[in-house]
């Protein structure tokens, strides 16, 4: 049965982000990850996380929303070794890539060439720091206009080139439903490149139950391909926060492999 992860950014908004992480614990949840590690007090998180007795499953490598973006590559290499020092005072060895946005006026050959050459870099500043990068393709219409990595194909095809075990893919089920479907079958294809998973409700980035997605099915898939890393419920749910992830969890121990 996949391990679930609760994205705090998502839930309890009105309360601090030590005080969600009390929370997860308290519904019997075994890991917690969230957005950027700069706006946020590590050491108190990572306190809250031992005493409420959850694992932090992973967080955004900073800079983010950068990679297509004319910034040095040392910068890349730096926010890599910093981020690893945030994640080894949580206990995560996991950390989340953003490509950032097409660049207007260049040519997609231009910014893939220049994804790829960071990519190589960060990938090799992670295997220093024993860190895991996860490569998030992102959907265009509706949360995020104008972003450059659209694609599980165009994320293998990368991780190809790249060439490194500390670099993955993060497969989010919600926004690849939103940008091309086929959810079980790349699943299956790109089982072995996938790092870490997010799930939510399609459309609406709610709730799993009642969107277009078969969850107990998507659950059943991700259990039959061996995948043993974490599921980030990232969603917002509709109405009370703990039912929702209540309902997730039922969901997910109800699924049997495909």
Same mark, same amino acid.
């Given at each position: 049965m996949p391990r679930l992860s609760v994205c705090i950014e998502m839930f309890w908004p009105d309360l601090s982000f030590e005080e969600r992480v009390v929370r997860v614990g308290a519904l019997g949840l075994p890991a917690v990850e969230f957005w950027n590690y700069s706006n946020k007090n590590v050491a108190q998180l990572a306190a809250a996380a031992r005493g409420a007795g959850v694992k932090v499953a992973g967080f955004v490598c900073e800079p983010g929303f950068a990679l297509t973006s004319p910034m040095p590559v040392a910068e890349h290499v730096q926010g890599v070794r910093d981020s690893a020092a945030a994640a080894r005072t949580l206990g995560c060895a996991t950390m989340i890539v953003t490509t950032g946005n097409i660049v207007a006026g260049e040519s997609d050959e231009v910014m893939r060439r220049r994804v790829v050459r960071k990519l190589q870099a960060m990938a090799a500043a992670a295997e220093q720091e024993q860190m895991t990068l996860v490569l998030e393709p992102l959907n265009p219409f509706v949360d995020? $206009?104008?972003?450059?990595?659209?694609?599980?194909?165009?994320?293998?095809?990368? +991780?190809?080139?790249? =060439?490194? $075990? =500390?670099?993955?893919? +993060?497969?989010?089920?919600?926004? *690849?439903?939103?940008?091309?479907?086929?959810?079980?079958? =790349? +699943? /299956? /294809?790109?089982?072995? *490149?996938?790092?870490?998973?997010? @799930?939510?409700?399609? $459309?609406?980035?709610?709730?799993? @139950?009642?969107?277009d997605l078969d969850y107990r099915a998507v659950f059943s898939a991700i259990d039959a391909t061996g995948y043993t890393g974490y599921v980030g419920l990232e969603f917002r749910p509709s109405g009370d926060g703990a039912a929702a992830l209540q309902e997730a969890a039922l969901l997910c121990a109800a699924a049997q492999p495909a």
């Open positions: 995020h $206009p104008g972003y450059w990595l659209t694609t599980m194909a165009q994320a293998a095809d990368i +991780l190809e080139e790249v =060439n490194s $075990p =500390n670099l993955k893919i +993060l497969y989010d089920i919600y926004h *690849q439903q939103m940008t091309e479907g086929k959810i079980i079958d =790349n +699943l /299956r /294809r790109y089982a072995a *490149q996938i790092g870490h998973i997010h @799930v939510a409700g399609a $459309p609406g980035r709610t709730n799993l @139950v009642g969107g």
